[in-house]
């Protein structure tokens, strides 16, 4: 996973600056079909029934050389009433609806949101990792 600007400028600030950082009161998974980029640039899905997802992570663990959280809950997507497209990427968010892009990642295996279909990530799947100058994350979605 991808840091976005908003997440590396706050961590710069506050530990460099002396500038503080409000954390959010909830982080949300949202879903695109093509690549965000740390500026927040991408297409998000729309329409179709679908809602960004909130997620909340563990307490950070040290894990072969890094210092990970992963999602503690499934994250389920409402039931597709419409075709979402082929979702490549993902996003975490400080709110569901604008707010500001916290990370991002792709799905290791692209998945096609039709009608009927509905997306998840199951607990522990979203790895978010720090090592060094080093932030990765990673995540695969199923759909039922």
């Known amino acids: 996973m991808n840091a976005g600007r908003w997440l590396a400028e706050s961590l710069l600030n506050h530990f460099f600056r002396n500038s503080a950082v409000v954390p959010p009161p909830q982080c949300f998974v949202r879903l695109f079909i093509s690549n965000p980029t740390a500026e927040d640039i991408g297409t998000e899905v729309q329409g179709g029934n679908y809602t960004p997802q909130p997620v909340t992570f563990s307490a950070p663990v040290a894990v072969d050389g890094f210092i990970q959280i992963t999602n503690t809950t499934e994250i389920r997507f409402p039931v597709a009433t419409a075709d979402w497209g082929n979702v490549s990427d993902f996003t975490i968010h400080t709110a569901a609806e604008d707010g500001n892009m916290i990370a991002f990642a792709a799905v290791p295996v692209p998945k096609l949101i039709e009608n009927g279909d509905e997306a998840k990530f199951i607990a522990g799947s979203i790895i978010v990792r ?8 990673s995540g695969d979605m199923i759909i039922n």
């Open 130 to 137: 720090v090592a060094g100058d080093n932030i990765t994350a």
